[in-house]
Nanobody
Framework: QVPLVESGGGLVQAGGSLRLSCAAS????????MGWFRQAPGKGREFVAA????????YDADSVKGRFTISRDNAKNTVYLQMNSLKPEDTAVYYC????????????WGQGTQVTVSS
């Protein structure tokens, strides 16, 4: 089990920034690929970004490329999502997730944090 707790969501105006954090418990955080997903009202869950175990490689959805940055601090068992130039269509509940390998589905999920972008 890898309990995940997101924080940092809130209400922001379009063009603003937020940084989400996802804290993990346990001593094996650096063994997990970490990802961020989001789900807007009435829509399915959407991939946002992922980062490898060491943090050397990252992957972003086209919809957030150039605006969002995923990073991790293995010493703090935390993964971040820096969100800049926010748009109203970024409004969603944001979830972090963990998996042991890219060949496996995401196994552990946080409870989510709400991000609302006003126009």
């Amino acid at each position: 089990q890898v309990p995940l707790v997101e924080s940092g969501g809130g209400l922001v105006q379009a063009g603003g920034s937020l940084r989400l954090s996802c804290a993990a418990s346990g001593r094996t955080f650096n063994r997990y690929v970490m990802g961020w997903f989001r789900q807007a009202p009435g829509k399915g869950r959407e991939f946002v970004a992922a980062i490898t175990w060491s943090g050397r490689s990252t992957y972003d959805a086209d919809s957030v490329k150039g605006r969002f940055t995923i990073s991790r601090d293995n010493a703090k068992n935390t993964v971040y999502l820096q969100m800049n130039s926010l748009k109203p269509e970024d409004t969603a509940v944001y979830y972090c997730a963990a998996r042991t390998d890219f060949s496996r589905p995401y196994e552990y999920w946080g409870q989510g944090t709400q991000v609302t972008v006003s126009s």
